[in-house]
């Protein structure tokens, strides 16, 4: 079964550092989400992206944080200046359409340090 | 703003038992409720997706609930197994792209 995958499964970093966080979601989904869920927290959504462009995004994505979704294939979130507080769990998530199940990958633990 | 909770907490019940996990939501206009199975340090796994139309969804041993006026869903689930040990999750779509999430119910299922 074709599924979301993320990489790497694990960044440690400096504060003010930049990140990337990269995924390969499903082939022929057509909406891509990146979540995060901060340790003992709920999980959050952060950004939607479709048809090249943001369709939606939370008080949490700020100007620090970007996507894009460089080729065919790639869809990358990134932390420009990295704070204590993004350490958490980033999920990215895509689907067919918006009213679809949500297919997650498997996460990137970031810990900023 | 839309709030997702879920109770219990956490729960433990003996291999065997059925059980009923809680999902409330605060507005009811929803497009879609899905359940979420979550093991730990891994990413969410999408167990069942309710329209706001339909009332109910199965799938194997599982079977969701849906009062969108009442505000309420319940996951059911059937003859447990240690095998369904896991967090799970209740989420929200209220119409565009975000989903909305509830904390999560700790489920452990003793042998």
């Known amino acids: 079964e074709p599924e979301v995958t993320q990489t790497p499964s694990h960044q440690v970093t400096q504060m003010g550092q930049e990140v990337i966080l990269r995924c390969v979601p499903i082939s022929n989904h057509l909406y891509f989400y990146w979540y995060r869920q901060i340790l003992g927290q709920k999980v959050e959504f952060l950004v939607s992206?479709?048809?090249?462009?943001?369709?939606?995004k939370s008080e949490i994505f700020d100007d620090q944080f970007s996507v894009e979704r460089p080729d065919g294939s790639n869809f990358t979130l990134k932390i420009r200046s990295t704070k204590l507080e993004d350490s958490a769990m980033y999920f990215c998530?895509?689907?067919?359409?918006?009213?679809?199940?949500?297919?997650f990958g498997n996460g990137t633990r970031l810990t900023v340090t | 703003k839309q709030e997702v909770t879920q109770i219990p907490a956490a729960l433990s019940v003996p291999e065997g038992e059925n059980l009923v996990l809680n999902c409330s939501f605060t507005?009811?206009?929803?497009?879609?409720l899905q359940w979420f199975r979550q093991d730990p340090g891994k990413g969410l796994t999408s167990l069942l997706l309710i329209q706001s139309s339909q009332r109910e969804q199965t799938s194997g041993r599982l079977n969701a609930s849906l009062d969108k006026s009442s505000g309420r869903s319940t996951l059911y689930i059937a003859a447990s197994q240690p095998g369904d040990s896991a967090t799970y999750l209740c989420?929200?779509?209220?119409?565009?792209?975000?989903?909305?999430f509830g904390a999560g119910t700790r489920l452990f299922v003793k042998a």
């Open positions: 998530a895509s689907s067919p359409d918006w009213n679809s199940p949500l297919h």
């Open positions: 507005d009811s206009a929803i497009y879609n």
């Open positions: 989420a929200v779509n209220t119409g565009g792209f975000k989903t909305i």
């Open positions: 992206f479709y048809n090249n462009e943001i369709s939606e």
